[in-house]
């Protein structure tokens, strides 16, 4: 179970063995016998799995067919650092360093919706400067 959705997620992501052991500091082997059923993955290694393929881990062991169930209030927690987590990804600052879980865990709604109005903020400046070079909006 483990193996054949491990591999449907790489694939979903176009990416390599190699590739995908990078991102979770594993060997390209490590994957292929996770893959295979031939390796168990360890806690640490299954858990930056599901948070790299922003799913549960208890969807790639097979005991849900749902990868994100609902949250529920005790689940909070978790859903704020998915969500942190996924904003990280897709503005491609996962490497920068400079998120702390223990502070950022705890956020609020509103927090989180001033974050993604703050990125949304960057971004688009970062693609006028970049349609404009030399040019200054002023915005």
Avoid: C
Wanted: glycine share 8%.
């Amino acid at each position: 179970m483990l193996g054949d959705r491990l591999k449907r997620l790489r694939l979903e992501k176009k990416l390599t063995q190699e590739e995908l052991g990078k991102k979770i500091n594993v060997t390209k082997v490590s994957i292929s016998g996770y893959e295979n059923g031939n390796r168990t993955p360890d806690t640490e290694t299954l858990q930056k799995l599901a948070d790299f393929f922003n799913v549960t881990t208890d969807y790639l062991l097979g005991r849900t067919d749902d990868p994100n169930p609902p949250e529920s209030k005790d689940n909070e927690e978790l859903g704020t650092l998915a969500r942190i987590n996924q904003l990280i990804k897709d503005y491609g600052i996962e490497q920068m360093g400079f998120f702390d879980i223990e502070k950022w865990k705890n956020l609020s709604e509103d927090e989180i919706r001033e974050i993604i109005q703050h990125f949304e903020w960057v971004a688009h400046k970062a693609a006028q400067k970049n349609k404009s070079p030399g040019k200054d909006t002023g915005e």
